[in-house]
């Protein structure tokens, strides 16, 4: 049985993760019809190890709103080898620090030098600047300098950015507030183990399908039930976010929500059947950060 791991960005294009006997991806291409059933039920996708996933010993059951897809035990030994949680520390590849802008706020960040921009993508950074490469502990370091000297934050939670794509920040903007950004970390004095670089600002807009003038769902999938359908077309992928045009209008789909469960693809002419809720409109967002650039 093939059930969802995740939306994996690879080659600068999204995709769907499924694990059953080995591992495969299912593009999810813009204007794209996307159409499935919800299997039985979602068990725990297991881990992520030298390369390859590893099943959940026990395939536990999930419950069907959470956005985690791993198991307590399974999520204990993610966070065992993580980067993010400072648990590899020797790590010998090179790792990059970034600047991403959200749309209402530039956050600092690392990443693996070799995954390029796939963990900007996986966060939905709408603009994103490379500004240094090395070691893992010197991007640490840098991370640490840019937070506390320029007070950039290193997360943005996934509503203020889901807030910005309603009414995103005009492209020639966000590339303003990175340069200024850039010249000022330019300024600092810069810790061993990472050589400062320039890679120019890289606008993702494209690659997501994004509007200029953004978009607003009017509901989103609120918890899947086992037997329910989903059907729309692709209009928008950003981050781990999916956006469906379908019967019951736009749709937001957080694809944390998928994980684990089986799907089957819904017959010709099925009726759209998940539980929705609807959406607030936000207001503008506020650029908290004007004080500092």
Avoid at 29 to 58: K, V
Avoid at 74 to 96: G, K, V, W, Y
């Amino acid at each position: 049985m093939w059930r969802v791991t995740g939306l994996l960005w690879t080659g600068g294009a999204p995709h769907l993760e499924w694990f059953g006997t080995t591992v495969r991806l299912s593009p999810l291409q813009l204007g794209a019809d996307l159409s499935f059933t919800f299997g039985a039920d979602r068990r725990c996708i297991g881990i992520w190890r030298s390369g390859r996933r590893l099943p959940c010993s026990t395939s536990t059951l999930l419950a069907a709103a959470s956005r985690s897809p791993h198991c307590p035990d399974c999520q204990a030994m993610e966070r065992s080898n993580s980067i993010a949680a400072d648990t590899r520390l020797d790590d010998p590849r090179s790792f990059s620090v970034y600047l991403a802008h959200h749309g209402s706020v530039v956050k600092v960040g690392i990443s693996a030098t070799e995954r390029g921009d796939a963990r900007l993508l996986e966060q939905g950074a709408l603009s994103s600047t490379f500004i240094s490469s090395g070691s893992l502990l010197g991007a640490r370091r840098i991370e640490n300098l840019l937070m506390t000297t320029l007070g950039l934050p290193d997360r943005v939670s996934t509503t203020r950015k889901r807030a910005a794509r309603v009414h995103p920040v005009p492209a020639a903007d966000r590339e303003a507030a990175l340069a200024d950004a850039v010249l000022r970390a330019g300024e600092l004095p810069w810790p061993e183990g990472q050589e400062r670089c320039d890679s120019g600002v890289r606008d993702h807009t494209a690659a997501y399908g994004l509007p200029v003038d953004g978009l607003h769902p009017d509901v989103a999938l609120r918890s899947p039930a086992p037997g329910s359908t989903l059907t729309g077309q692709i209009v928008c992928t950003i981050g781990s976010d999916v956006y469906l045009r379908t019967s019951a209008g736009l749709i937001l789909l957080d694809t944390h929500l998928l994980a684990g469960w089986a799907l089957d693809r819904a017959e010709p002419g099925a009726e759209l059947t998940v539980p929705l809720e609807p959406v607030d409109a936000p207001p503008p967002p506020e650029v908290e950060q004007d004080a500092l650039f």
